[in-house]
């Protein structure tokens, strides 16, 4: 059975200023397509945040729902999407019933019938070949109940141990572990934020306060594979082989610019993982930075080189200078002007001024930035340096309680 592992597709994503990225996500899905066919892959898994926001926009509706269309005439058998805490579970689970006629299988969020989570996919022959644990995004209320009066403490430990106890309760489902004495590879899905992981700044902070405390070890021995989504840097988790991020298939954020990104392809023989090879995903736009004193920054944009790009690359600035705001940003409104709108386009631009400090007593200056401007700053990082004219024992709660906010936002 071949198996591709791909997630954080976030489709309808606006960058910066309302930039669309359509074009980036059609690039990334008519190669999806020709990979399949050509990687003769048989199941293709997607581990969530298919969208970027959960109300998405026509565009990133009919890019979904063609791009499921063209998987028809590739070979692959079945198709297992899995939301994620930026997909409405609604609009996923509602063309479900219909989707399932086309061997698309959808689960939005933890269904009414906890078995439903588990799926047995056939192989070419029409026996059963490979078990599913199609687990999406679980929410505070799939995995536990609020407590009146309980101590922040108190509900990590209750969500770190939801989440736990849900992977291991589907790995003790009948059909689970009947299946796996016959022979039959499992495979789970997840969308969470697992101990160790790498995250960029495009990502949401999700169960809030339980960060990096779910582990390798929290996820069954039953688990041939572990499809993971939510980070967008591909990794492993705990140095476990099978527990996988396949990673964003499209740079989300400036922090991701020397990301890789790739899909992961799956080889299961006999019952058990044979290979995993990483496709790399070629990109249809680069995300750029240019970060120095002006004369540096102006050298880079000037002399950039997108060859090997269909699409113009975007451009984040960082100017350290001495001048005043106004005169670095008139000197590189000018360098924009002259810049060839086909090879790159300045989307952030960000300037730290420097100025000559000196201590008490002292002769010699030294170069401090004096400034950093509001776009430097997290709403995370705000907020927490609100949180220092507060008393320090109350601070801790706070910014959970602002996490909780963001992340329902």
Known sequence: MRVLHTADWHLGQRFISGHERTDEHRHFLEWLVATVREQRVEVLLVAGDIFDTGSPSNQALELYYSFLLNMRGTGCRDIVVVGGNHDSPATLNAPARLLRHLHVHVVGCVPECFEDQVLVLDDAAGNPGLVVCAIPFLRDRDVRLSVPGETAEDREAR???????????????????????????????????????????????????????????????????????????????????????????????????????????????????????????????????????????????????????????????QIHSELTQLEVAEALLKVIQELDRKQVEVLARRHFRLVKLRALGETEAADEPLTRSLHDFTEREVFAQRLETEPEHGRAELLRTFDELLESL
């Open 159 to 317: 969500i770190k141990q939801g989440i736990a106890d849900h992977y291991a309760r589907i790995a003790e489902v009948e059909r689970v572990w009947q299946l796996k004495d016959t022979g039959l590879p499992v495979v789970a899905t997840g969308h969470l934020y697992a101990a160790g992981a790498a995250p960029s700044d495009s990502e949401r902070t999700i169960h809030v306060g339980n960060l990096g405390q779910i582990t390798a070890d929290h996820f069954p021995t039953v688990f041939d594979y572990v499809a993971l989504g939510h980070l967008h840097r591909p990794q492993r988790v705990g140095g476990r082989e099978h527990i996988r991020y396949s990673g964003s298939p499209i740079p989300l954020s400036f922090s991701e610019v020397d990301h890789p990104k790739e899909v992961l392809l799956l080889e299961f023989a006999a019952g058990k993982l044979l290979t995993l090879d990483s496709l790399p995903v070629p990109g249809a736009r680069r995300l750029v930075r240019f970060h120095g004193s002006l004369e540096e920054v102006t050298q880079g944009l000037t002399t950039y080189d997108n060859a090997g790009y269909l699409l113009p690359a975007w451009a984040d600035v």
